[in-house]
């Protein structure tokens, strides 16, 4: 009876659509009974079931099980019954089956075609997610940490070009080279400047403090005067403190001794001084 139903093709196609129900225990007892009797004499069912059951094994953690098609289950199962009840009888097997040598016997072949059904799919898509997920998550850490890097690089060049102002700063009123001219108020004022003149680079540094607010359309104008012939270094304007500081290079005989004044002048400044200076200074020694 077992060789008419495995030479059927149309039995044989039946049992072979409710492999996969079998493969996740979705069919009744009476149901899978019938199936694992196909399988005991069907080589390609019984490798296409060991596969699917593999199958189910490694993605059940991947995806959640759908239940199969309703109509489809109903056929089956129908097909299945129907099957079961036709053949109640125990199978009866020869002693010539029972006395094959280990050479007789074929070990099964898997088949080589894929088993692909749709827990397959839902698993690779899920890993496709996951996977973009975590390559956006990492590329917006990397972007993150080039700016944080890029905006680091930029704080370092700023100190640096700061330092180098500073320290440039400071060698034009450091060293041997270096006259200091102090300027006095000629009144009671709390008015205080320093020329600081670098002979070797021709470099004049002008710092004052406590300085006051000028009238509207007026400015400050800074002169060296050699013998009585004044020179125009620079017009300024003090800050909201009274601070002003003036950088300007100008060649000058370095065993000169000039005068340094400061006088209150027009906006835009005069060719000559036209206001007494509200401070004056000389090089010493």
């Not at 129908?78 to 009866?92: G, M, N, S």
């Not at 070990?107 to 799919?121: E, F, G, L, S």
């Not at 972007?143 to 180098?164: F, H, P, W």
């Not at 009274?242 to 000058?252: F, Q, T």
Request: one cysteine or more.
């Amino acid at each position: 009876m077992m060789a008419d139903l495995h030479g059927a093709n149309g039995e044989h196609e039946m049992f072979r659509e409710a492999l996969g129900a079998a493969a996740i225990d979705a069919l009744s007892d009476e149901e899978m009974k019938s199936v694992l009797e196909h399988v005991a004499h069907c080589e390609s069912c019984s490798a296409e079931l060991s596969a699917l059951r593999r199958y189910a094994s490694q993605l059940s953690y991947a995806a959640p099980i759908e239940p199969i098609d309703q109509a489809r289950s109903d056929r089956v199962r129908k097909q299945l019954i129907a099957r079961a009840k036709a053949d109640r009888q125990p199978l009866e097997i020869s002693s010539a089956k029972l006395t094959t040598s280990k050479e007789d016997i074929v070990q099964p072949q898997i088949p080589k075609r894929r088993v692909v059904n749709w827990v397959t799919a839902a698993a690779l898509a899920a890993s496709v997610v996951a996977l973009a997920a975590l390559v956006s998550e990492r590329r917006g850490l990397l972007e993150s940490l080039d700016r944080e890097r890029a905006g680091r690089v930029s704080e370092v060049a700023a100190l640096r070009g700061e330092l180098s102002e500073r320290d440039a700063a400071l060698s034009t009123i450091t060293g041997p080279s270096v006259k200091v001219i102090a300027l006095a108020a000629p009144t009671a004022r709390p008015v205080g400047a320093v020329m600081f003149w670098d002979r070797a680079s021709d470099q004049w540094t002008f710092i004052a403090h406590d300085l006051p607010r000028l009238e509207l359309g007026r400015t400050y104008q800074l002169w060296l005067v050699l013998g009585t012939s004044p020179r125009s270094i620079a017009v300024f304007a003090p800050d909201a403190l009274g601070y002003a500081r003036v950088s300007i290079r100008m060649p000058l005989d370095p065993n000169a001794r000039p005068q340094v004044a400061v006088t209150d002048e027009p906006g835009g400044g005069s060719t000559l001084p036209t206001t007494n200076p509200i401070m004056v200074g000389q090089v010493s020694g």
